[in-house]
């Protein structure tokens, strides 16, 4: 089975540029996460949602930063205009269930260099 | 803010030996989860255990916890190289939200 598919791996922009990360999570997760890991702050969530409708984004640093999930198989995450210290490795994560103690499936994550 | 704090932040051990891993968390929690990174890549979920479980065994990883210190522990016995990666405790907030929160995680290096 196909897992957690983040897009792009890698992003090296300038800042003040429009920054989106795609993912799709795994079918039949209803609950999606997105991630900031930097080595500084380790992993921070941002927002996460439910059956499509965001929970929490009280994680989300400014309101430069956006997500969607327009539906159950594709979220973005969007940075607009990006700073360099936006610079970390963003996961996203899915869940069967938005149970207490279900365990996260993890992407990749996108590797994003602003400059 | 972080909930769960590793200890140590990094180890290194020779390929064979066991390795020790521990969690400490500040409020009551649901259950715990241990999850590990390899370098460049995203976390893999290895463990969980409930607030009402102590022990817990899966393959070579054993994990404990405590809920009246609220601390855990993952041991890896017969360390291999290819168990070389950062280790993460992770728990589910327990103010009426569903929120798992990371720690900073135990970086471990097996040597072959």
């Known amino acids: 089975d196909a897992g957690v598919i983040q897009s792009p791996r890698h992003e090296v922009t300038e800042m003040g540029q429009e920054v989106t990360l795609r993912c799709k999570p795994i079918?039949?997760?209803?609950?999606l996460f997105w991630y900031r890991q930097t080595m500084m702050r380790g992993l921070e969530l941002l927002i996460y949602?439910?059956?499509?409708?965001?929970?929490?984004d009280s994680g989300m640093p400014e309101d430069r930063f956006s997500a969607k999930m327009p539906n159950a198989s594709f979220s973005t995450l969007k940075i607009q205009p990006s700073e360099p210290r936006d610079s970390a490795v963003y996961f996203c994560?899915?869940?069967?269930?938005?149970?207490?103690?279900?365990?996260?499936?993890f992407g990749d994550g996108t590797r994003l260099s602003i400059l | 803010s972080q909930q769960g704090e590793e200890d140590p932040q990094a180890l290194s051990i020779q390929e064979g030996e066991n390795a020790t891993m521990n969690c400490s968390y500040k409020?009551?929690?649901?259950?715990l989860q241990w999850y590990r990174q390899n370098s460049g890549r995203g976390l893999v979920h290895l463990i969980l255990?409930?607030?009402?479980?102590r022990e817990k065994h899966s393959g070579r990883l054993r994990v404990t916890l405590d809920t009246s210190k609220k601390s855990s522990s993952l041991l890896i016995t017969a360390s291999r190289a290819a168990d070389t990666a950062s280790y993460f405790c992770?728990?589910?907030?327990?103010?009426?939200?569903?929120?798992?929160?990371f720690g900073a995680g135990t970086r471990l290096f097996v040597k072959a």
């Open positions: 255990i409930r607030s009402n479980e």
């Open positions: 409020t009551s929690i649901n259950n």
């Open positions: 992770a728990t589910d907030n327990n103010t009426g939200g569903f929120k798992t929160i």
């Open positions: 079918s039949g997760h209803n609950s």
């Open positions: 949602f439910n059956n499509n409708v965001p929970i929490d």
């Open positions: 994560a899915s869940s069967s269930f938005q149970g207490i103690g279900q365990p996260q499936h």
